[in-house]
Nanobody, 115 residues
């Protein structure tokens, strides 16, 4: 059974930082492209960042320079370091594992940026 479990979401003030974690089980983690997506209330889910099996990263323009995605294949975990957070970053952040037709999602973790 495949599971992706996110953690690290919280309420944080504008300008603050958070680190999200997503730990996978039931898959060969190292051969999956891992990604973070987010969905704000009333909006469609959008890509935040991805990291390939070789470590190549890709970011949405809205988070470039503020967020960093990384992976630790020894821990089956992908991270999202979020700095300089803005109110518009408020959303449910979900982890994704993708390889060809295989596509798995976590249940998400809430990030709220507010003073």
């Amino acid at each position: 059974q495949v599971q992706l479990v996110e953690s690290g979401g919280d309420l944080v003030q504008p300008g603050g930082s958070l680190r999200l974690s997503c730990t996978a089980s039931g898959i060969d983690f190292s051969i999956y492209v891992m990604g973070w997506y987010r969905q704000a209330p009333g909006k469609q889910r959008e890509l935040v960042a991805t990291v390939t099996t070789g470590g190549t990263t890709n970011y949405a323009d809205s988070v470039k320079g503020r967020f960093t995605i990384s992976r630790d294949n020894t821990k089956n975990t992908v991270y999202l370091q979020m700095n300089s957070l803005k109110p518009e970053d408020t959303a449910v952040y979900s982890c994704n594992a993708r390889r060809f037709s295989y596509n798995y999602w976590g249940q998400g973790t809430q990030v709220t940026v507010s003073s």
